[in-house]
């Protein structure tokens, strides 16, 4: 509490100002600053009857079936970028990993560590397209937790997401169910959350329209499952690493090849064009609101249609088969008809000197 | 995307490959001189593609890569004091020094800033006056454009807290020791279209006579690349042995005239060590006398660090062209991106890291994942 006095202005004042415009110490206490915090912006945003009985835990009706859970922690710099915040990431990223796994998202949980001095207008902005995310997929936020750490201690604010879902055998995504003979299909146009984030970073001084494609792929997964089925063999989110990323541990997990077509990857003008400009490699860039899947080979054409039945799965296409040859490896076959290996990068992609 | 896209085009890239295997009648050997080449022929599988009869040779113009290994132990040096905030372009992060690199130097509290033009070094320094920032000016002719302007914009703001570690090198003298060479087999060279952009081809002409080799100025799309060859091989065929200008979207005869200027304003030819081949007299640049103040060699006092190249890493051979990497014993096994004894391995500009990314089916070697 004294770090929460002193700032709040002087001996005079032992009840912390409640007018504050930022995030400070004492909103970390547990004491009323805390309680205030969660009171004026999180429960009204969050509000539902589970987390609204403020528990140590949430009690939750069993739903029957498998549970699936996935939890992931979101760290980005700048928090807003064209397109997005950590919220959105926040939501959407843990109802994607759900939804790769085949299951129905039930419950999400949130966990916050904010940094000292964060604007109340930007935690505000966050929390609204938390909710809005969370309301859209009809998922309650059932659980959560603040923590407050010193300025410097934290990039403005962390969140970690839990999601809970059920799975039924009817719908089974798995990466070892990928074979030989599956297409091998993206859900639309690859590269822009991370040109996205990185443009709006580092201040490229570059003109870029760029925007991220963060979105929940729940309701695209929902028409693949109503229309295949079990034909869809594997699901994958193309997040950190990118399709090329996400394709390497598939054929790796599943111990097949993969061919690549060049021409048909779906890389929008303008990700084209930053990536040429700092050497960097579509098929690695982040995307937020991008699936890749592996189909039987002759149920292709009507995941395609199923995809692009939805308006986030528009642009999907094929961009390659499942191979026998060169087990556990990515190849790609050039535009102009060469050949090359896809393979996993030791560490991040790095802007080249020219 | 303009001037992108028609220079990827595949129906373009076929004519060009049919015609250069109908043109070849004898096996020609050429050299791309600049890494960003080599990374578009083995990404592309061009190599593959134009047949048995023209055999690339992977030249040394990877400026990661020719950084001499003691350039990069000053710069981890530098980047360790608690006053500096150690600037670079990014893909030198994770070249290896003797025993560290910038990654490992800035987990363990240096403060390294990626930048993405060396002038937001400058801004660094007149955002953070109480701390030295240092830009690690590496190149060929192609940026030392840009970190001239840096030093120039530094002196004429007065800053005291800015300086440059530069290891600028230039591509003519590195031809010339390649054609030197007793053994030699390069016939043509496809130069790099960056460094005419700023040069122009006047100083190639000299090389092209004396030594009797064609000399294209060759862009870095698929199609450039393979009009490019198409070129050199039909000088070759024809016993010609001229300069040519297949990048004529980017360059003329005398370059960039301001850019010229402002690079011998700030820099003088100095001889300079390259990593894997040694020292080549007047073949890099280095700030005039006039900059000294700027030169963070003598600011921090690092001429005293020297370091030898491990005994393992033939890059030297490779970089020279008489090695093919993957006949590098070390290739893929000791060497590899994950944990590279040499900086070809480490750039994706460098020849063996594009053989390993992009190659590795290709190639007679045991499958190392």
């Not at chain 2, 990069?72 to 372009?89: C, G, K, Q, W, Y």
């Not at chain 2, 020279?320 to 480490?346: Q, Y």
Request: aromatic letters at 6%; glycine letters at 10%.
């Amino acid at each position: 509490m004294t770090g929460a006095a002193s700032l709040a202005g002087g001996p005079a004042c032992p009840a912390p100002l409640s007018s504050t415009t930022r995030v400070l110490l004492g909103h970390g206490s547990g004491g009323k600053l805390s309680a205030g915090l969660l009171r004026d912006r999180f429960l009204p945003r969050f509000g539902n009857p589970t987390l609204a009985a403020l528990g140590d835990a949430a009690v939750l009706e069993n739903p029957g079936g498998r549970l699936v859970v996935s939890t992931d922690t979101f760290v980005v710099a700048p928090l807003e970028f064209p397109g997005g915040d950590i919220g959105a990431l926040a939501v959407h990223g843990t109802l994607n990993d759900l939804a790769m796994m085949g299951a129905e998202p039930r419950w999400l949980t949130a966990g916050f560590v904010l940094e000292e001095g964060l604007p109340f207008d930007l935690l505000d902005r966050v929390l609204d397209t938390m909710a809005r995310a969370a309301a859209a997929a009809g998922v309650p936020i059932v659980a959560g937790d603040t923590k407050v750490v010193e300025r410097g201690k934290a990039d403005g604010m962390f969140i970690n997401t839990t999601g809970i879902g059920t799975q039924t055998d009817a719908f089974r995504p798995s990466p070892e169910r990928t074979v030989v003979g599956d297409a091998i299909l993206v859900s639309g146009a690859i590269g822009r959350h991370g040109m996205a984030v990185m443009a709006a970073r580092e201040g490229l001084r570059f003109e870029t329209t760029i925007t991220s494609d963060t979105a929940c792929l729940v309701p695209l997964v929902q028409v693949l499952q109503a229309r295949l089925g079990n034909a869809v063999h594997c699901l994958r989110d193309a997040t950190r690493g990118g399709v090329a990323t996400v394709l390497n541990e598939l054929a790796q997990a599943a111990d097949v090849g993969m061919m690549l077509d060049e021409p048909a990857l779906p890389v929008p003008g303008p990700v084209a064009a930053a990536c040429a400009v700092l050497g960097l490699d579509p098929l690695y860039v982040a995307n937020e609101g991008v699936l890749v899947a592996t189909v039987a080979g002759d149920q292709a054409d009507a995941a395609l249609a199923a995809l692009r039945s939805h308006d986030l799965g528009r642009d999907a296409v094929r961009i390659g088969s499942v191979i026998p040859e060169h087990r556990r490896l990515v190849q790609l076959r050039t535009a102009i008809g060469g050949r090359r290996i896809v393979d996993m990068l030791p560490g991040d992609q790095l802007p080249r000197i020219c | 995307m303009k001037y992108l896209a028609e220079y990827q085009d595949p129906d373009l890239a076929r004519a060009l490959i049919a015609r250069i295997r109908a043109t070849a009648t004898r096996r020609w050997v050429l050299m791309e001189v600049c890494g960003g080449q080599t990374h578009t022929i083995v990404r592309q599988g061009i190599d593959e593609l134009i047949g048995d009869r023209v055999e690339m040779i992977h030249g040394p113009g990877c400026p990661v890569c020719v950084t001499p290994l003691e350039q990069i132990d000053r710069a981890l040096h530098v980047a360790t004091r608690p006053e500096v905030i150690f600037t670079s372009f990014g893909d030198m992060l994770r070249v290896p020094g003797s025993h560290t690199d910038l990654f490992h130097v800035r987990a363990e509290g240096g403060d390294v800033r990626v930048v993405y033009s060396p002038l937001d070094a400058v801004d660094l320094a007149r955002a953070h006056p109480n701390r030295e920032v240092v830009f690690f000016a590496v190149g060929f002719e192609t940026t030392a454009p840009a970190n001239a302007m840096a030093v120039w914009r530094a002196h004429q703001l007065g800053l005291t807290n800015f300086s440059v570690l530069v290891s600028h090198v230039t591509v003519p003298p590195a031809m010339t020791a390649i054609l030197d060479s007793p053994d030699n087999r390069v016939q043509g060279f496809l130069a790099a279209g960056h460094v005419c952009t700023v040069m122009g081809w006047e100083e190639y002409e000299p090389l092209a006579e004396r030594y009797r080799v064609p000399i294209v100025v060759t862009g870095f799309e698929p199609v450039d690349i393979l009009e490019g060859i198409a070129m050199a091989v039909a000088q070759l065929e024809q016993g010609r042995c001229e300069v040519e200008n297949q990048y004529a979207r980017s360059v003329r005869r005398d370059g960039n005239r301001a850019a010229r200027e402002l690079v011998a304003r700030v820099f003088r030819i100095v001889d300079r060590q390259w990593r894997g081949v040694g020292t080549i007299p007047a073949s890099g640049l280095g700030l005039r006398p006039a900059f000294a103040a700027f030169d963070a060699e003598a600011k921090f006092d690092l001429a005293g660090i020297r370091a030898e190249e491990p005994e393992a890493c033939r890059a030297g051979d490779v970089l020279r062209g008489r090695l093919k990497p993957h006949e590098c014993p070390a290739f893929g096994t000791e060497c590899a991106p994950e944990h590279p004894l040499g900086a070809p391995m480490v750039s994706s500009e460098g020849a063996c890291a594009a053989y390993y990314n992009y190659g590795r089916t290709r190639l007679p070697i045991a499958n190392p994942t």
